[in-house]
């Protein structure tokens, strides 16, 4: 149960290959007040990639965590992770053929980014499969999962394209609201889905919008942020 590691405020790139991080923490104590360190390894206005990389067993807030960052992850295996799996703030970049099994919380958690994500599988996910937020710019192909509270969440101002996804015992597939109101609303577009095992297919305030096929499909849902918070929901499409 070790700390973490921060690469901050370098314009030079790290490259990570072939490497396994597991039982670790995060920091015990912050650096300032003005930066709290939530990540077990963490990468701060900087540029990394990494390759065939292995998260488990990490119990701080966020396995990695990347801010105002230039990323590039590939070939990674996120397992056993007590909360979040990656965080990404203001940054951009891309995430490529990467496992996530039994996370706490979120595996993908987006602020302000621009992000390609493809080629990715998800199991046993205790909240969000992707979660993006404060107006995130967000393309997502080829995508699997079983077994989570949420599927694709897009929030206060964030575009999210999604194309190719297959998801089986999914409660809530596809969701798109505003959450923070200093930000806009959501929006989604889908192209060819695949959905089984769910309780509701997709739901958004009114505002907020999910377009399946050039189609408007979201169903406006009273108290849309107690349902997405619901994680005891049951599933009526069996």
Known sequence: FGGGLLITDTKE??????????YLTGAKKHISSQFIIFGSVNFNQTQVELNNVIFDKIYSEDAINFFRSSIKLKNAIFSENFSDAIDVDFSDGQIEQVNFINIGNDAIDFSGS?????????????????????????????????????????????IVNIKDID???????????????????????????????????????????????GTNVGEKTKDI???VDDKNLKLLNL
């Open 167 to 213: 998801l089986d015992y999914v409660n809530i597939p596809f969701a798109a609201y505003q959450k923070k109101n200093e930000y806009g609303f959501g929006k989604m577009n889908l192209e060819n889905y695949y959905l089984k095992n769910f309780y509701t297919k997709w739901i958004t305030d009114g505002n907020s919008k999910i377009i399946a096929n």
């Open 114 to 158: 621009n992000i390609k994500i493809k080629d990715v599988f998800f199991e046993n996910i205790g909240d969000k499969l992707i979660s993006v937020g404060e107006n995130s710019d967000i393309k997502i192909s080829n995508i699997k999962a079983k077994k989570s509270h949420i599927g694709i969440a897009s929030k206060d101002g964030s």
């Open 13 to 22: 790139k790290s490259f990570i290959n072939n490497t396994k991080f597991s």
């Open 225 to 227: 942020l107690a349902i």
